[in-house]
């Protein structure tokens, strides 16, 4: 390989314009929970115009229901498949072969009034570009395609097979990607360019979890004859933060997010309940998302979470007038991960890293969940997430710098490079 970096990295920035016409086709598709087709088949197109091997597959709920990882899924999987583009060497496979992910799949946009410009109306100020998935994680999938496509237009090709992969569902189950590993994709390493600038290395399991509560009614004229659903589902909540709080605590803490101010979040993200405000409510559902720390399965930290439930019901004055029970029968089941700092994957990428910044990455324990687990637990693929910073992720005026995104291409395509090997096309 003769490619040398200051020629790569110009390459990179003279394609400015095409990584801002990318990300804004991408941030201009809706593609929330249900809604990922249209934005799938833009990468299908781009991928078959990169000369890349096309796999498009939608996923099999039956099949992955078979798997332990499996998350239970929320709708329908129906014309919302992952999109795979293939490279396979020309020129002979002398290199290590890698995988590139990413999600297509964007939040909720929450209040759009609080949005200075409308979240799916990509708009460009002062060398950022604003709009919902811009940095979570559109960004990341415009700079692994931009950099397979940049090395190929200097008359390279990987001396390895390249996977890109966009898939859907990483916000809610993950699904997406254990369907990628059930169709049987490996390699040697895999990146996901997550909207981190550091290299991501460890993560928290997460649970969505759904609290149900029945109560007493009652005319509210007498509301003290009644027992409320909300007013018990309020209370169980709490004492489910309490055992958060036990987790964050000392104690409890793991290792490696010892640094953390507070790693374990539980939070209360959605209720519902009552019937209308002349009755003591007879129902509610509160839905939660849990963390917990990396060595616990899922079901070990929803029996936790049972235990101090039934613990706080046995406390509470009159709670025998109450039912509850709390599932996880849709979304997230994901256990965390730890990496070993050594390993090949994380020592080229830092290398490839300083090369491009003059200064090594740092390395971070996320207090979320990202589709890097199934690679590291259940794909024998070492993962981490790294990929182009962005801001206000999950938030209103989400946005990534377009300096920023092209610096994640560079690295991205050097460390293809270092990795695969190059060929002369
Ligand atoms: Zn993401």
Redesign the pocket.
């Given at each position: 390989m003769t490619l040398e970096l200051h020629e790569l990295a110009s390459a990179v920035r003279a394609r400015r314009d095409a990584h801002v016409r990318m990300l804004s086709a991408l941030v201009a598709f809706p593609s929330l929970l249900g809604q990922e087709s249209d934005a799938q088949r833009y990468m299908a197109r781009t991928f078959t115009g990169m000369g890349l091997e096309l796999d498009e597959f939608e996923i099999d709920d039956d099949a992955l229901r078979q798997h332990p990882a499996y998350a239970p899924s929320l709708t329908s999987y129906a014309g919302r498949p992952n999109v795979v583009g293939i490279h396979r060497p020309r020129n002979g496979t002398t290199g290590r072969s890698l995988i590139l992910n990413g999600?297509i799949d964007v939040v909720p946009v929450g209040d759009e009034r609080l949005w200075s410009s409308p979240p799916f109306s990509p708009v460009v100020r002062d060398g950022r570009l604003y709009g919902r998935g811009a940095a979570?994680?559109k960004a990341?999938i415009v700079a692994y395609t931009l950099a397979m496509r940049t090395l190929f237009e200097l008359g390279f090709e990987p001396a390895a097979p390249v996977y890109l992969q966009s898939v859907i569902e990483?916000?809610c189950t993950g699904n997406g990607a254990l369907g990628c590993l059930m169709r049987g994709y490996r390699a040697e390493a895999a990146i996901i360019p997550?909207?981190s600038d550091t290299i991501r290395d460890a993560q928290l399991g997460v649970m969505w979890l759904t609290l149900h509560v029945q109560g007493v009614p009652a005319h509210a004229a007498v509301a003290p004859d009644g027992s409320s659903a909300i007013d018990f589902a309020g209370y169980l909540v709490g004492a489910m933060k309490g055992l958060a709080e036990q987790w964050n605590g000392s104690a409890c803490r793991h290792a490696r997010f010892a640094d953390h101010a507070h790693p374990i979040n539980f939070n209360l993200g959605e209720l519902r309940g009552g019937e209308w405000p002349s009755s003591v409510p007879t129902q509610c559902e509160a839905r939660i998302r849990v963390s917990f720390y990396p060595g616990t399965t899922p079901e070990q930290a929803l029996a936790e979470i049972r235990a101090t439930l039934a613990d706080a019901h046995r406390q509470r004055p009159g709670g025998a007038l109450f039912n509850w029970s709390i599932d996880n029968a849709g979304g997230f089941r994901a256990e965390g991960f730890v990496l070993d700092p050594g390993i090949p994957l994380i020592e080229t990428l830092s290398l490839c890293h300083r090369d491009v910044h003059g200064v090594a990455p740092e390395r971070f324990a996320f207090t979320g969940t990202?589709d890097a687990r199934y690679f590291n637990l259940y794909g024998a693929t070492p993962a981490v997430c790294y990929g182009p910073p962005g801001e206000n992720?999950h938030g209103v005026d989400e946005y990534v710098a377009i300096d920023d995104m092209l610096n994640a291409t560079t690295v991205i395509a050097w460390f293809i490079a270092r990795w695969c090997g190059l060929n002369r096309r």
């Open positions: 999600h979570d994680m990341g990483e916000e997550e909207p990202t992720i």
